[in-house]
């Protein structure tokens, strides 16, 4: 009797492992839970473009110093870079611009730097930095980063400017460019104001 050809040998395999998983718990064989629930601080608030801009967007495109004794840029290539990384949903493009915040909200929505905010409000949850990857991938803390651990702790600077940004969203009802998040700044002018942390 002839034996099967490698192809059809292999293609059976992988028809038997299919069959066998669909069989176990209903289709779910690693127990994830059945509804996906959004935690806390998902009630449609924006993040603060301005800070974004002047305060949290040169943490993603300039080297910082990592707690092994090295550096680390999250905009890199192989990491975040929206040309070629390989690091998940948050995308950088290295080479954004700052904008003009009296620009009208389609020029600005229209710029890189606002794909890069865009980016990183989506790996964050508005009012709730605890469950955002955005603080909790670099700290590797409860999820895997495939960067490593790039911030020492939550005191590190960085963590605490991205901590700031995230918890002090936009008044509800406000969108991202609400001149009432420029209290964020000392004094409150994102154009000559300091970034707060507290």
């Known amino acids: ?58 943490l993603l495109v300039q080297a910082i110093a990592t707690p092994a004794g090295g550096t680390a840029t999250c905009a890199a290539g192989g990491c975040h870079s929206n040309a070629n990384g390989t690091g998940g949903a948050l995308r950088i493009i290295e080479t954004a611009s700052m904008v003009d915040l009296s620009a009208s ?25 605890a469950e955002s990857r955005l603080l909790n991938k670099p700290l590797v803390r409860g999820v895997l980063h495939g960067g490593g651990q790039i911030l020492a702790s939550e005191n590190d600077p960085v963590a605490v400017l991205i901590r700031y940004w995230i918890d002090h969203p936009a008044p509800e009802g406000q969108d991202e460019f609400s001149t009432a998040t420029y209290s964020m700044f000392t004094p409150a002018d994102p154009a000559t104001g300091s970034c707060n942390t507290q």
């Open 105 to 129: 909200a389609d020029t600005i929505r229209a710029s890189d730097i606002y794909k890069n905010f865009y980016s990183a409000m989506g790996a964050s949850v508005p009012g709730n930095s």
């Open 1 to 58: 009797m002839k034996s099967p050809s490698p192809l059809l040998a292999l293609a059976g395999l992988m028809l038997g492992a299919t069959l066998g998983l669909s069989g176990c718990g209903g289709g779910n064989p690693l127990g994830n839970p059945s509804d996906v629930q959004n935690p806390a601080g998902t009630g449609g608030e924006k993040l603060s473009f301005a800070y974004y801009q002047k305060c949290i967007e040169p």
